[in-house]
């Protein structure tokens, strides 16, 4: 078994109308004067409601609003929002959103409790101690955000997402609360899904840092995700299949914080910093490309995913029966790459980049795409080394 090391800093909170507890943990917590990050959307719509009214009980405080984050946040929301904590005195954050939100509390958290500018801190590891405290509440069910270790906004400036990354981003608690997602729109829901799913399949497949912990949860989140999503798309209303989405996705954010990604995240980052696409919808058509550029190399792997989730079965079950051999690696692994392209038509995500609005990719805009991907963190921990004739290859079919 090789060596591995596994963190899990945040404590989970799981349960219907469990972000009525905001206000105990962040009692337990310390904070005294709280910045609350969140959309103008949640603001509007009254779902941070029961956030504030548990914090107003439990400590007193009334918190600081914040609520012009972007659906791509950037580096300007953040220096925005950290003016307004330092001006305030806060000393705490809770943030309520998808994983735009999310990343921008914790890059805001990053700038509040050490001081300086942003791009201070940019990278793997330059952070170094604890921050102060921070609560995720999540409304997406996709991104896991509350739980992971990095964070991700963008330099409008410099066209490129900025990665940070340190085992003390992770949120102190997470509260995963289905009443909170169940708005959330049915081509979100598919989309936010989906980059979990790819989360899970990079992370365990990931270079030499996949463990047995990161493994069990990587499978089970899957199983969830298969089952659940389509369901939580197809009725928003239905709490169990939305309670199994949001708890998949934080398996999985648990997992690739601890694993790593790899090619498609890599590429998706590329493509979002560029276009500006939904980083959910960007990786629902980019994985199957990836897992396509990875086969030869991992399908073993890919095979213990199809056994895990009884595929062979399911197909000798279906119309045309075929019957696959449970010790058949490559034919099993053939399964899982039909089980995720037969769940992205059944979800009816976009299929290709033009769907999503990328415009034709000239030779130019290649080699700038390329060299995104070529330098992006998550591309460290693909099982398949790219050159850059395969990241052009594979953005040409994937266009």
């Given at each position: 078994?090789?060596?591995?090391?596994?963190?899990?800093?945040?404590?989970?909170?799981?349960?219907?109308?469990?972000?009525?507890?905001?206000?105990?943990f962040l009692r337990e917590l310390g904070g005294t004067k709280v910045l609350m990050v969140a959309d103008a959307f949640l603001e509007k719509s009254g779902a941070l409601a029961p956030l504030i009214d548990s914090i107003k009980e439990s400590t007193g405080i009334e918190p600081?609003?914040?609520?012009d984050v972007p659906s791509d946040s950037d580096v300007d929301c953040v220096n925005k929002a950290t003016v307004i904590a330092r001006t305030s005195g806060c000393d705490a954050l809770v943030a309520v959103g998808g994983g735009s939100v999310l990343d921008t509390a914790k890059?805001?958290?990053?700038?509040?409790?050490?001081?300086?500018?942003?791009?201070?801190?940019?990278?793997?590891?330059?952070?170094?101690?604890?921050?102060?405290?921070?609560?995720?509440?999540?409304?997406?069910?996709?991104?896991?955000?509350?739980?992971?270790?990095?964070?991700?906004?963008?330099?409008?400036?410099?066209?490129?997402?900025?990665?940070?990354?340190?085992?003390?981003?992770?949120?102190?608690?997470?509260?995963?609360?289905?009443?909170?997602?169940?708005?959330?729109?049915?081509?979100?829901?598919?989309?936010?899904?989906?980059?979990?799913?790819?989360?899970?399949?990079?992370?365990?497949?990931?270079?030499?840092?996949?463990?047995?912990?990161?493994?069990?949860?990587?499978?089970?989140?899957?199983?969830?995700?298969?089952?659940?999503?389509?369901?939580?798309?197809?009725?928003?209303?239905?709490?169990?299949?939305?309670?199994?989405?949001?708890?998949?996705?934080?398996?999985?954010?648990?997992?690739?914080?601890?694993?790593?990604?790899?090619?498609?995240?890599?590429?998706?980052?590329?493509?979002?910093?560029?276009?500006?696409?939904?980083?959910?919808?960007?990786?629902?058509?980019?994985?199957?490309?990836?897992?396509?550029?990875?086969?030869?190399?991992?399908?073993?792997?890919?095979?213990?995913?199809?056994?895990?989730?009884?595929?062979?079965?399911?197909?000798?079950?279906?119309?045309?029966?075929?019957?696959?051999?449970?010790?058949?690696?490559?034919?099993?692994?053939?399964?899982?790459?039909?089980?995720?392209?037969?769940?992205?038509?059944?979800?009816?995500?976009?299929?290709?980049?033009?769907?999503?609005?990328?415009?034709?990719?000239?030779?130019?805009?290649?080699?700038?795409?390329?060299?995104?991907?070529?330098?992006?963190?998550?591309?460290?921990?693909?099982?398949?080394?790219?050159?850059?004739?395969?990241?052009?290859?594979?953005?040409?079919?994937?266009?």
């Amino acid at each position: 078994m090789n060596p591995f090391v596994f963190h899990t800093p945040t404590r989970v909170y799981f349960g219907e109308n469990s972000a009525s507890s905001c206000g105990d943990f962040l009692r337990e917590l310390g904070g005294t004067k709280v910045l609350m990050v969140a959309d103008a959307f949640l603001e509007k719509s009254g779902a941070l409601a029961p956030l504030i009214d548990s914090i107003k009980e439990s400590t007193g405080i009334e918190p600081i609003l914040f609520t012009d984050v972007p659906s791509d946040s950037d580096v300007d929301c953040v220096n925005k929002a950290t003016v307004i904590a330092r001006t305030s005195g806060c000393d705490a954050l809770v943030a309520v959103g998808g994983g735009s939100v999310l990343d921008t509390a914790k890059v805001i958290n990053i700038c509040l409790t050490f001081g300086g500018e942003v791009l201070d801190y940019q990278g793997l590891n330059i952070i170094e101690r604890k921050l102060l405290p921070l609560i995720a509440v999540p409304t997406t069910a996709g991104t896991g955000a509350e739980v992971s270790f990095v964070a991700m906004v963008k330099d409008h400036g410099e066209s490129k997402k900025l990665m940070f990354g340190s085992r003390f981003l992770a949120p102190d608690v997470a509260i995963l609360d289905p009443l909170m997602i169940v708005s959330l729109p049915a081509k979100l829901t598919a989309a936010t899904g989906i980059d979990a799913v790819t989360h899970d399949i990079e992370c365990y497949v990931a270079s030499g840092t996949y463990s047995v912990f990161t493994d069990s949860l990587c499978l089970e989140s899957l199983r969830l995700l298969f089952e659940f999503l389509p369901q939580a798309t197809i009725d928003g209303d239905n709490l169990e299949a939305r309670g199994a989405t949001l708890v998949a996705s934080c398996m999985a954010g648990v997992a690739f914080t601890n694993s790593g990604v790899g090619i498609t995240h890599a590429l998706a980052h590329a493509v979002g910093a560029k276009y500006a696409t939904h980083h959910g919808m960007t990786n629902a058509v980019l994985l199957p490309h990836g897992m396509r550029f990875n086969f030869e190399s991992v399908y073993p792997r890919y095979a213990r995913i199809a056994r895990f989730l009884d595929l062979a079965v399911e197909a000798s079950n279906s119309i045309d029966g075929n019957s696959i051999s449970s010790s058949d690696d490559r034919a099993l692994a053939h399964l899982l790459l039909n089980k995720v392209e037969a769940l992205l038509r059944q979800l009816k995500l976009p299929l290709n980049l033009r769907e999503l609005g990328v415009p034709e990719l000239t030779d130019e805009n290649l080699a700038e795409l390329v060299d995104l991907a070529g330098a992006d963190p998550a591309i460290m921990f693909n099982p398949r080394e790219a050159s850059v004739e395969d990241l052009t290859q594979l953005l040409k079919r994937a266009y």
